[in-house]
């Protein structure tokens, strides 16, 4: 592929040699001039996004410190709602009347 070797730079000089040969640009031309701004806003964003990357690659491998807090209180919940639910179907035995014939 033409683009395997050649790095941001490079390509974005070819493509704004390219539009200023195939295109009727002035020098003078606002439309050059933006579409330049929006390439520097359009790297520095992707800088910025960049490390926002990196910083949540950090973030994710990080231990959570309340994991083995969490695991318990968890397996305390489990149990609270098991004996909840234990009351529950013994209350609605209790409310069902027999059926009569």
């Given at each position: ?9 490079e ?13 009727p ?59 909840l ?17």
């Amino acid at each position: 592929m033409l683009w395997q070797n050649t790095n941001v730079q490079e390509m974005s000089l070819f493509i704004l040699l390219w539009i200023k040969e195939h295109t009727p640009f002035r020098k003078d031309s606002k439309t050059a001039q933006k579409f330049s701004d929006n390439l520097s806003h359009s790297r520095e964003r992707l800088e910025t996004l960049k490390a926002q990357l990196e910083t949540a690659k950090v973030e994710a491998v990080k231990e959570f410190p309340q994991e083995q807090e969490l695991a318990e209180k968890t397996e305390r919940l489990g149990e609270l709602n098991a004996l909840l639910d234990v009351g529950k179907s013994d209350k609605v035995m209790m409310d069902e009347e027999p059926d009569e014939k």
